[in-house]
């Protein structure tokens, strides 16, 4: 940290604010980001996240579940949503839909998120989710961002806090941070024109804390957005975090450019934008307890740099994923424990398996069937 020119880069009050666990402005963020020198960045977040974290980085035992791909809207960046009667277009049974997690031993987490279907109700998630908590008693159930509860409210004439309170009642624990995509309306009215606005999104997730949820956070980024709009987007989610405190993880997610709409017009971000937008991360959103690099959208040797650059997580084993791969990802569709943890190892870190919340998991989270009770640690 010595040898690194801070007062010259105009970056000394930054340095100071983070080593004095002060908060930093929006401008500080974005000057960071911008910053000449990337080993300013870089030392500034190691020092944010080794304060939290230590030498720790997380993983979790998780599966996912996308129920359907049809959807009422049409973000361009999407490679993944279909037309009813489309090809390819998919509604998973709900005996289907937990075919996906059969055999999957111990389980730490359950993602479920899908498309806006135009007439797929509230009920078919509700047994889901009550179906899912009876198999995996210790699973964490992250179900349904706050773009399709929403969207689940206007179709079922309900209320968001009694859709919430529902879901909580069938089991869900928290929301998946997805949606959030860019908050800037600008942005978004190129991107996303028929999605919940920013704002919504944020009421969304205010109601879901306030309903004893808790819930994620991402950003996607490297497409039409500016750098400013970037560290608007990191500042409300920190103003949301400090009214309502439920937030766990932020995820940010990099624009992949295959078979959407959008396609060329963005590339996607570079791999130097990718870590000096964790590290920023991380500085920022002071109030956030975990950032992750999401290792299916990053790849995962990305995703291991990045737990050097900030982030403290890098999601699950996974083993059948949609969203990502459609849109051109290569990474594989599943990682072992063993290649998590030595992804980890090998960064410099030590692993700590954990569950959606981020308490302590292990083998003791197995299905129903097998008859074992162990508590969380
Ligand atoms: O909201 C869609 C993104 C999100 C593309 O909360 C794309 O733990 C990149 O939010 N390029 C859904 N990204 C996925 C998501 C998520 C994933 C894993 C864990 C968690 C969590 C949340 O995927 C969407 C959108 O931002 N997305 N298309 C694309 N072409
Ligand atoms: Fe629908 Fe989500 Fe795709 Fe947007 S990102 S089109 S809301 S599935």
């Avoid at 309900?158 to 929301?175: F, I, N, S, T």
Wanted: with cysteine.
């Amino acid at each position: 940290m010595e040898s690194i020119p801070f007062a010259d880069l105009g970056l000394a009050s930054a340095r100071d604010k983070v080593l004095a666990g002060e908060r930093l402005s929006l401008d500080e963020g974005l000057a960071l980001l911008e910053c000449p020198d990337p080993h300013a960045l870089q030392a500034l977040a190691w020092a944010a996240r080794e304060r939290r974290h230590g030498d720790r980085a997380h993983y979790v035992v998780n599966r996912h579940v996308n129920p359907t791909n049809i959807c009422v809207n049409r973000c361009r960046f999407c490679a993944y949503r279909r037309d009813e009667g489309q090809k390819g277009a998919y509604v998973l049974t709900p005996d289907e839909a937990m075919a996906k997690l059969a055999d999957a031993g111990p389980l730490d987490e359950v993602h479920i998120v899908g498309g806006c279907h135009p007439s797929l109700g509230l009920d078919y998630y509700l047994d889901l989710a009550r179906r899912v908590r009876a198999a995996y008693p210790r699973a964490s159930i992250k179900a349904l961002t706050a773009v399709e509860v929403e969207h689940l409210a206007r179709l079922s004439g309900l209320d968001v806090p009694v859709v919430l309170a529902a879901l909580r009642e069938a089991g869900v624990d928290m929301l998946p941070g997805g949606g959030a995509e860019i908050f800037a309306d600008a942005a978004r009215r190129t991107l996303c024109p028929e999605k919940l606005s920013g704002e919504g999104w944020l009421q969304v997730m205010a109601q879901a804390h306030e309903a004893g949820l808790r819930s994620n956070a991402t950003m996607l980024f490297g497409h039409v957005e500016t750098p400013r709009e970037r560290l608007e987007h990191l500042d409300a989610l920190r103003r949301q975090q400090d009214a309502t405190g439920g937030f766990v993880c932020f995820i940010p997610l990099p624009y992949l450019p295959g078979n959407n709409p959008l396609g060329a017009e963005a590339q996607g971000p570079q791999a130097m934008d990718v870590l000096r937008t964790v590290a920023v991360s991380r500085l920022m959103l002071d109030n956030f307890p975990h950032i992750k690099a999401y290792w299916v959208m990053l790849g995962l040797k990305l995703a291991q740099l990045c737990l050097s650059w900030g982030a403290d997580d890098l999601d699950g084993t996974v083993v059948e994923e949609k969203i990502g791969h459609e849109a051109g990802s290569e990474s594989s569709q599943a990682l072992t424990t063993a290649q998590l943890e030595e992804a980890i190892r090998a960064s410099g870190f030590t692993p700590v398996r954990r569950d959606g919340l981020f308490r302590a998991a292990h083998d003791g989270n197995a299905p129903a069937s097998a008859g074992k009770e162990a508590p969380h640690a």
